[in-house]
C-alpha cells in the first residue's frame, strides 16, 4: 500500500512565523504536490514537483516555497504566515505517468494550519 | 474562477435514494477522475475516464464522461451511509489535474 504521510495533522501558528509542512511518501514515487483545500474552492495546487531538486509553480504559489532534496520528501515553506493561509494542506504524490489517464495521485491525510 | 464546477455543493438524502453530482467545464480534458473524501483523511481515487461517452460502473456508483470530453456525472444508486463524504472531481490538462469545487454528500439512516 502506498503511504503517504504529513508531519502534523494540526498546526497553529501566529502571523509572521515561517512554518514548514512536510510530507513523506514511500513507494519511490516523482511526482509530489502541495495543495491547499478551501470550502467552495476544492483543491489548489500550490507547487509540484517531478524530481529532486526540481519545482515547479501551480496556481497559487505566492507566498509559499517548497523543497525537495531527497526523492521521498517534500516540504512546504510559509515563509511569513498570514491568516489568509489559514486551510487544509494536501501533500500527494504519484508516479510518472504511462500516458493519458494512467496517472493516480496518493494523498496525505492533511494538517488543517491555523493562523492567528 | 474555478476551471470545474460541481453541484450541488451540498447533498443530504435518506439512505436507499438515488443521486447524481454533476462536474462541468467549458475546457476540455485528456482524462477526467473522481475521488471520494472521508472526514479526516485525503481524497481517494474512485475512477478514471478517458474517452468522450465514456461510462464506467463501480458497484452502485456509475461514472459518465461527456462527449465533448467537458464533463462528467457521478450517480449513486440506494445510497447508503458508508457513501457519506466529500466528492471531487479532477481533469486532467497538459500536464497538471485541476480538481473542481466538491460535493458534500451526507446519507442519513
Known amino acids: 500500500d502506498v503511504k503517504v504521510t504529513q508531519s502534523s495533522r494540526y498546526l497553529v501558528k501566529r502571523t509572521g512565523e515561517k512554518v514548514f509542512l512536510e510530507c513523506v511518501q514511500d513507494?519511490?514515487?516523482?511526482?509530489m504536490f502541495w495543495y491547499r483545500q478551501d470550502p467552495g474552492l476544492g483543491l489548489r495546487l500550490i507547487y509540484f514537483?517531478?524530481?529532486?531538486?526540481?519545482?515547479e509553480k501551480g496556481d497559487i504559489p505566492e507566498g509559499y516555497s517548497v523543497s525537495r532534496e531527497k526523492k521521498e520528501r517534500f516540504s512546504l515553506i510559509l515563509e511569513s504566515a498570514s491568516t489568509n493561509q489559514t486551510s487544509m494542506y494536501l501533500c500527494?504524490?504519484?508516479?510518472?505517468?504511462?500516458?493519458?489517464?494512467?496517472?493516480?495521485?496518493?494523498f496525505g491525510p492533511g494538517t488543517r494550519l491555523t493562523v492567528l | 474562477t474555478q476551471l470545474l464546477e460541481q453541484s450541488p455543493q451540498f447533498l443530504s438524502i435518506q439512505e436507499g435514494e438515488n443521486l447524481t453530482v454533476y462536474c462541468n467545464s467549458s475546457?476540455?480534458?485528456?482524462?477526467l477522475q473522481w475521488y471520494r473524501q472521508e472526514p479526516g483523511e485525503g481524497p481517494v481515487l474512485l475512477v478514471t475516464?478517458?474517452?468522450?461517452?465514456e461510462v464506467k460502473k463501480l458497484k452502485r456508483l456509475t461514472f459518465q464522461f461527456g462527449d465533448a470530453r467537458k464533463d462528467s456525472s457521478l450517480h449513486i444508486t440506494a445510497a447508503q451511509p458508508g457513501d457519506t463524504g466529500l466528492y471531487l472531481c479532477?481533469?486532467?490538462?497538459?500536464?497538471?489535474?485541476?480538481f473542481g469545487t466538491g460535493t458534500s454528500l451526507t446519507v442519513i439512516p
Open positions: 500527494a504524490s504519484s508516479l510518472v505517468g504511462q500516458g493519458v489517464g494512467t496517472d493516480t495521485q496518493y
Open positions: 513507494m519511490d514515487h516523482e511526482n
Open positions: 514537483s517531478y524530481d529532486v531538486k526540481m519545482k
Open positions: 475546457s476540455v480534458f485528456s482524462s
Open positions: 475516464v478517458v474517452t468522450g461517452g
Open positions: 479532477a481533469g486532467e490538462l497538459g500536464n497538471q489535474f485541476y
